[in-house]
């Protein structure tokens, strides 16, 4: 069975700073994907960024980036030059079978000024 | 842009009554999903489809039915609500190659109380 562990419930950022959320998993797949995903307060689910299992490089998407270690079985996301705006909680989630995602259980991230 | 479009957005129910939470995407996706999200939980997966007229269980299916007749609708069904079922429900679809990500509606909120 595939399973995602945050292990960070809250953290705190100072603005403009940068900031890592944890993510490990655990699959017997070979092939597998890993998302993050944003949940702002206002309660949708907005798409971060994802990365594939076989690929080589990290994925970036503008201020995110999906730090990849496969043999630690981590896929921790770092945002740089925090914004008031990020304060919001992540989801870390792996695809299944069927595009079925895995979720972790979130961090709620506070962007302080 | 309609995306997946859910209704409805709030419901409240007393126990034993039945409802369907309506979803539908128009972006041609085979993928949909029904989740459920909790506090301290994540997002855990109700039922799947990958395409009309196929369905499966996923991670909490008891007391919830799904069908599939058509590619763009993919209705959830409560058919006798309890208080368990108390939660925010999400709806999404994704294409069928793999490294789609999965395209929410703006969640359901049911009380049952």
């Known amino acids: 069975a595939q399973k995602i562990t945050q292990t960070q419930p809250g953290m705190f950022v100072q603005e403009k700073e940068a900031v890592t959320l944890d993510c490990t998993y655990d699959?017997?797949?070979?092939?597998?994907?890993l998302f993050w995903y944003k949940q702002p307060s206002s309660g949708e689910m907005i798409f971060l960024i994802y990365q594939g299992s076989y690929d080589e490089q990290n994925a970036t998407e503008g201020r995110y980036s999906l730090n990849f270690q496969k043999a630690r079985k981590s896929a921790n996301l770092v945002i740089s030059a925090s914004q008031l705006g990020d304060s919001a909680m992540y989801f870390c989630?792996?695809?299944?079978?069927?595009?079925?995602?895995?979720f972790g259980a979130g961090t709620i991230l506070r962007v302080k000024s | 842009n309609a995306g997946v479009t859910q209704t409805p957005k709030f419901q409240v129910l007393k126990t034993g009554q039945s409802m369907t939470l309506q979803c539908a995407q128009d972006m041609n996706h085979e993928y949909m999903s029904w989740y459920r999200q909790d506090p301290g939980m994540g997002l855990r997966l109700i039922h799947y489809?990958?395409?009309?007229?196929?369905?499966d269980q996923g991670e909490v299916p008891n007391g919830y039915n799904v069908s599939r007749s058509t590619t763009e609708d993919f209705p959830l069904r409560l058919l006798s609500a309890a208080p368990s079922q108390t939660s925010v429900y999400f709806c999404?679809?994704?294409?069928?190659?793999?490294?789609?990500?999965?395209?929410f509606g703006e969640g359901s909120r049911l009380t049952v109380l």
């Open positions: 999404a679809s994704s294409p069928r190659r793999n490294t789609g990500e999965l395209f």
């Open positions: 989630a792996m695809r299944a079978w069927g595009n079925k995602l895995v």
């Open positions: 699959t017997s797949d070979q092939s597998y994907g």
């Open positions: 489809s990958v395409g009309a007229g196929i369905t």
